[in-house]
């Protein structure tokens, strides 16, 4: 298998700055936990601010699209004005908006903090384009690997973040002066330890093509988010889905057209590039089917449903979610030297298959602590591992110039797999009840968790059989013995990766 394209190789010679992993990594972590930790506590919101369920939503659903909208937009704009000031810029405005959410006592302006937080979305991509630009290739593939599984394991972070902060009555309010404080920390990491560099794509940002692609997410996400307030079959989530769908294919019509895509078509073309987005798609499904269907199970009361451990906020953070985190992790930390001894391929496919079982065993057997807990866990190494691989297989095929927007494509792949498994969840819990109570039957768990098994198994298969051969990446020493010319010759030149990783 062959890269899209090349670019020159001066890997070599780059001495990345000390704190800039570390820098990044944290930033990236910050991104997870702002998407994660409110999602516990929407109802908390709802009654403190005296608003329905319908209305409280839009807490969620406002921040899914802000990120839609701009997470394209910010990684090309990255890619031409600059990957330190987008940053610092983005990171502003989540502090600006976390500020707002943690002062306001209103429903509208709490969304529209949520609408600036959404904008973080966009760090990840732009995240790996400074890692690309920076690291030097015996470094590139560990450092894109513990960046990228920081962003599994921040979600989990972020859920047992919020158990620790609300619980009972406590101010829901609590969870965004932390996340005020986390995105200072980060602003003030990316201006101290991200380095300038002189931009990495030449041209304009593609603004009508910008505009195509935010109407049509906009409209998926908002069918998929709200169908199940709206219901499934009226014609206002019908209309919406329908006409997300039209507006994405004239988008990808236009793009084909234009001299200087936002999204050159071949991202969603090339086979081994359109099998990482699928494959992203179906991690991030996963992803939230554990954290989502794992938090309401063990909150359950067993009295009234016959299984379940009537856990508090703070239990299912601390106790179920917590070692899951934690082996996250470790999982995100081993993960380079995986790839190098392997291939991201081979570690996606490992992933995979550990997700799998731990969907497996959860949906079988969950009637013990025990069990939940190491049942979770395999699904965070899962996530960790597979987000991990992910900017491996992607960033092998494409240019150093398109990092930023190939990256953004991919994360707007997992929000969609997010939002859908979200939805799932969500309509699979309220519809098998039951007899006189909205408490989920115990079905409705098996199902949503087979579904987890489900996308991961689907994600292991994809790489299996679509993404192409693997081929086992240099390891240091051999990175080592070559020097720049035979490091094009034998590895290819893109981000020092070597054509065809997959």
């Not at 057209?257 to 099998?275: D, I, K, N």
Request: glycine share 12%; proline share 5%.
């Amino acid at each position: 298998m062959t890269a899209i394209s090349a670019t020159s190789t001066e890997p070599d010679t780059r001495r990345a700055p000390r704190l800039m992993l570390p820098a990044l990594c944290f930033i990236v972590m910050t991104v997870s936990i702002l998407q994660t930790m409110v999602v516990p506590i929407v109802g908390h919101i709802g009654v403190q601010l005296g608003v329905d369920s319908v209305a409280v939503g839009w807490v969620l659903t406002a921040n899914l699209l802000a990120a839609a909208v701009c997470t394209p937009m910010l990684g090309r704009l990255a890619d031409l004005r600059g990957k330190r000031p987008v940053m610092i810029g983005v990171l502003t405005a989540v502090l600006c908006g976390s500020l707002l959410a943690a002062l306001t006592q209103s429903l509208p302006w709490l969304i529209v903090g949520r609408v600036l937080q959404g904008v973080s979305f966009a760090l990840f991509p732009i995240g790996i384009a400074v890692l690309r630009d920076e690291l030097p290739p015996n470094r590139l593939v560990g450092g894109m690997g513990l960046l990228s599984g920081t962003l599994g394991v921040g979600g989990g972070i972020g859920m047992v973040v919020t158990g620790l902060l609300v619980h009972d009555d406590a101010d829901y309010r609590r969870v965004f002066w932390l996340a005020a404080g986390v995105s200072a920390v980060a602003l003030a990491a990316a201006a101290l330890a991200i380095p300038a560099r002189a931009r990495s794509a030449s041209g304009s940002l593609d603004w009508a093509g910008a505009v195509l692609l935010a109407a049509g997410l906009v409209l998926v996400l908002l069918a998929l988010s709200q169908g199940g307030e709206w219901g499934w079959r009226t014609p206002a989530t019908l209309a919406c889905a329908v006409g997300g769908i039209v507006v994405l294919a004239g988008w990808f019509v236009f793009e084909r057209r234009v001299p200087e895509p936002l999204v050159s078509p071949r991202m969603l073309t090339h086979r081994p590039v359109l099998v990482a987005h699928l494959t992203a798609l179906l991690v991030g499904a996963a992803m939230f089917v554990s954290f989502l269907a794992c938090s309401y199970l063990v909150q359950t009361p067993p009295g009234v449903a016959g299984y379940g451990f009537g856990a508090s906020v703070l239990e299912a953070g601390a106790v179920y979610l917590l070692p899951g985190a934690l082996a996250g992790v470790v999982a995100a930390a081993v993960s380079g030297r995986l790839m190098h001894r392997f291939s991201a391929r081979t570690l996606m496919i490992v992933a995979c298959l550990i997700g799998v079982a731990g969907f497996v065993v959860i949906a079988v057997w969950h009637d013990a602590t025990a069990t939940v807990i190491g049942a979770m866990v395999a699904v965070q190494v899962f996530i960790s591992l597979a987000y991990a691989a992910l900017p491996a297989m992607l960033v092998a095929e494409v240019t150093r110039a398109e990092t930023g927007i190939a990256n953004s494509v991919n994360s707007i792949a997992r929000t969609v797999g997010s939002s859908l498994s979200s939805a799932l969840v969500s309509t699979v819990l309220a519809t098998l009840t039951v007899s006189g109570t909205t408490v989920p039957r115990e079905v409705a768990f098996v199902i949503v968790f087979g579904v987890g098994a489900a996308a991961a198994a689907l994600a292991m298969l994809l790489t299996v059989f679509a993404s192409g051969p693997a081929v086992r990446l240099p390891t240091p020493e051999e990175e080592a013995e070559v020097d720049a010319t035979a490091l094009a010759g034998e590895w290819g030149t893109v981000g020092g990766l070597g054509s065809g990783q997959g």
